[in-house]
């Protein structure tokens, strides 16, 4: 169900009041006066919004606040949705990100919730919120104190969600090898000095090398619209699958490709009944080793590639492929 957010008139006024002091309402949002709502209206720094469904039906209200200012940080100031249970929240939220990093170029969105607030907190965190602290015992109400809870979100964060979004991942096909090169050229780049001569040829393999692959294993890419951001193989070894060519070119890192990637492999051999995934990595490549430690991988001992130390992990898919059967 598709929703719009409009600017708020006179005519809304006694709709905005009722939201606000509703028995769901008021104990979650500080009531402004009938005034204060009214000066909103054509503030320099203020955005007072309606969201109306595809009906044209109010179903909340939403004000923003630092629209002009200098550290380009906006604030959720209400939201206030008088038809719980449909996804207007969620859906607002995502309007919300939108109009303060694309329309109004924000370089921070960030809100205040009241700690015990938990149903609007999740949404929250849900659309990519994170939590900054808390106020504590910061607003003194008629049965005693509460504790606010700062929550934030960067233009970064939201350029990254959107990317993420935006990304397929699909099984690669033999016309994908040159895009597949390149990212493995533009990803391992930076480290080359690390490497000796004949390793770095073996981590950046050529077109054809790549082509010669696809009768050895699956292949993955990552593409976001018809660039190919990422990649990752696998080499088919009894009972176990062994990773190698795992890269994200600079800019698609930070949208969590490498997990996503990660994750087909694993689907992909739980499905075929292999019991282990294996991969060799280097030392200083810090980001990669922490991605595999986090999907569960663990250090099993130490290779060489050419003179170029190497680091063997593993994961043992047996209490996966025992849920199957």
């Not at 606000?20 to 104990?27: I, P, V």
């Not at 809100?111 to 910061?138: M, P, Q, S, W």
């Not at 990595?281 to 080793?289: E, S, V």
């Amino acid at each position: 169900m598709k929703i719009r957010l409009r600017c708020t008139n006179e005519f809304d006024l006694d709709f905005v009041l009722g939201a606000e002091q509703s028995a769901e309402n008021r104990a979650f949002v500080g009531a402004w006066t009938c005034e204060q709502h009214r000066a909103a209206f054509n503030a320099e720094d203020l955005s007072h919004l309606v969201i109306e469904n595809a009906d044209g039906k109010r179903v909340g209200y939403i004000i923003l606040t630092g629209l002009a200012d200098a550290n380009q940080s906006i604030s959720l100031k209400h939201i206030v949705v008088t038809e719980k249970g449909k996804g207007y929240g969620k859906q607002s939220l995502r309007l919300i990100k939108k109009l303060a990093f694309e329309e109004l170029k924000a370089h921070r969105l960030w809100l205040d919730v009241k700690e015990h607030n938990e149903r609007a907190r999740h949404v929250y965190e849900a659309e990519g919120f994170i939590t900054e602290g808390i106020l504590r015992d910061c607003l003194k109400t008629e049965s005693g104190y509460e504790s606010l809870v700062v929550m934030s979100m960067l233009r970064g964060e939201y350029e990254s969600e959107i990317q993420r979004k935006q990304t397929n991942i699909r099984i690669a096909s033999p016309e994908d090898s040159e895009a597949i090169a390149s990212v493995l050229a533009k990803s391992f780049a930076e480290y080359e000095s690390s490497y000796t001569t004949r390793a770095y040829a073996a981590t950046v393999p050529t077109v054809d090398e790549i082509k010669k692959r696809f009768g050895e294993g699956a292949i993955w890419v990552a593409s976001c619209g018809k660039r190919i951001v990422g990649t990752v193989s696998v080499v088919l070894s009894k009972d176990s699958l062994y990773i190698r060519s795992m890269a994200i070119t600079p800019e698609a890192r930070g949208t969590r490709i490498g997990e996503r990637l990660l994750k087909e492999i694993e689907n992909y051999a739980v499905a075929h009944d292999y019991r282990k995934l294996f991969l060799n990595t280097t030392p200083f490549l810090d980001r990669a080793i922490r991605l595999y430690e986090k999907f569960g991988f663990v250090r099993q001992g130490s290779d060489d590639l050419f003179g170029t130390p190497l680091l063997t992990m593993e994961k043992s898919l047996e209490s996966e492929s025992s849920k199957r059967r």
